[in-house]
């Protein structure tokens, strides 16, 4: 026997045959994946875009796994492949012009396997140092990039917007009531208020419930025609839960709203929120992109005066789910707001310059979410991106043009490329019913993906966002001609 040769090691225990599997087992398997991604990459176009639903259907096929009889793995790996490809939306059908779920980046889906394989753990720097630096490297750049001062810069990688937007309010907090770490809200004098939009995303509500502020801590400040928060009106209602009793203590901007991508006044907000005292946070999950286009970018002005901000990869950067960060401009925030002593976390590091993520996050045990982000800005570059997001920007404003030409009316005014219309040629052609009828029909043909929308101003519109990286000129117009016909069936 031959020790050069894994393939001829005998299993030493049958879980390891069953985990590990052996050489050649896995030569096969890994030979199938590869080929099944490729496929998938250039065969998306031709599946649905949206799946029949059918719970009978996938009951019936799930039933029979009752994990008794150990299945071939490329024979598991091939069932479970066809249903992903039956199964769901494909966000990364070019024809998706859904929300913020873009095609992953093919580094991206690179990554993410490399990540499973090694598995850093990312809770003690000393365990992943090549993971925790490279979060590091990527949490300094993006902070650059929004204009942050190079020295003052640190944050964390999250799941996504929400837990980064769970941790500014958690920041907020700590930084405004020395008394909330260790006594909560209970050793506070006042209850805590937070202002967003009535666009902002619904996670701060969430946000609000997690932290024991309860959502009617969540003041949702009125927008404007644009679907923009009112300086004014912020102001207004800062005065008034002040008056009442209340501490008011974090202001919320959004760049780039769920629904039509608003971009609120964040100049104004931020000089309203650094009067009246509160922490200032912008919420650029998705629209942050901007910052890295030139012409765009103006969008984002003022954004460096946040003290935090929230910027997800797995939306406009097109890495795989999920990728938030949390970037903020106050060195110490973090450490403050989730430092913990545990007497088990390795100690390796100590003397070192370095911060154990554990003591920086809200996670603890966490997988290397900057790789993805890492591996794909390594291969696209800033030019690449800034490429791609012009293009995409370019293709709203090509869905525009010919929506107006067809008689459709925009009902959102952004340069982002999300785009809310209804339909001008009849009288019912702004109702609820009516446009749920056409996005309906376009979902349930398999040939295009896109929604309806309540904007606040409790108009309805359908909504059709440029999310996918491949979506080019002809996707555009076939949404076109798909919308043609689906107002006409919608009226019969
Ligand atoms: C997507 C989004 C969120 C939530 O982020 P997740 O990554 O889904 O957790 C929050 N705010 C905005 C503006 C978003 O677009």
Known sequence: ????????????????????????????????????????????????????????????????????????????????????????????????????NPAPTTMGIAADALVAAFNPQLAAWSHSPFAAEAERHLIRAFGERFGYEPGSIDGTFATGGAEANQTAVLAALVQLFPAFSAGGLRALNAQPTLYVSAESHHSFLKAARLCGLGTAAVREVPVDKQLRMRPAKLAVQIVRDRTMGFAPFLVVATAGTTSAGAVDPIRALALVAARNGCWFHVDAAWG???????????????????????????????????????????RDILGETFRTDAGYMPRDAAGLEIRDPFAHSMQWSRRFIGLKLLL??????????????????????????????????????????????VDASRKDGASAEFLDGVARRIVRSGRAWLSTVRLHAGVHALRACITSYRTDADDVDALVVLLAEARVAAAN
């Open 288 to 330: 942050g992109a901007a910052v890295l286009v030139p012409e765009l970018s103006s969008v984002l002005a003022g954004i460096a005066s946040a003290d935090s901000i929230t910027f997800d990869a797995h939306k406009w950067l097109s890495v795989p789910m999920g990728a938030g960060l949390f970037i903020t401009r106050h």
């Open 376 to 421: 794909s800005l390594m291969v696209a570059g800033w030019e690449g991106y800034a490429a791609t997001i012009r293009h995409q920007t370019a293709m709203g404003d090509r869905l525009r043009q010919r929506l107006a030409e067809e008689n459709w009316r925009l009902v959102n005014a952004t340069p982002l490329p999300v785009v809310c219309f």
């Open 1 to 100: 026997m031959t020790l050069s040769s894994e393939a001829a090691l005998p299993a030493k225990f049958s879980g390891e045959s069953r985990l590990l599997l052996d050489h050649d087992s896995r030569a096969a398997l890994w030979a199938r994946v590869t080929e099944i991604v490729e496929a998938h990459i250039r065969g998306v176009a031709g599946l649905r875009v949206a799946p029949e639903l059918d719970p009978a259907a996938l009951r019936d096929l799930l039933e029979p796994l009752d994990f008794a009889q150990p299945l071939e793995p490329v024979q598991a790996l091939e069932m479970v492949a066809a249903a992903l490809a039956e199964h769901q939306v494909h966000t990364a059908h070019p024809r998706y012009f859904g929300l913020f």
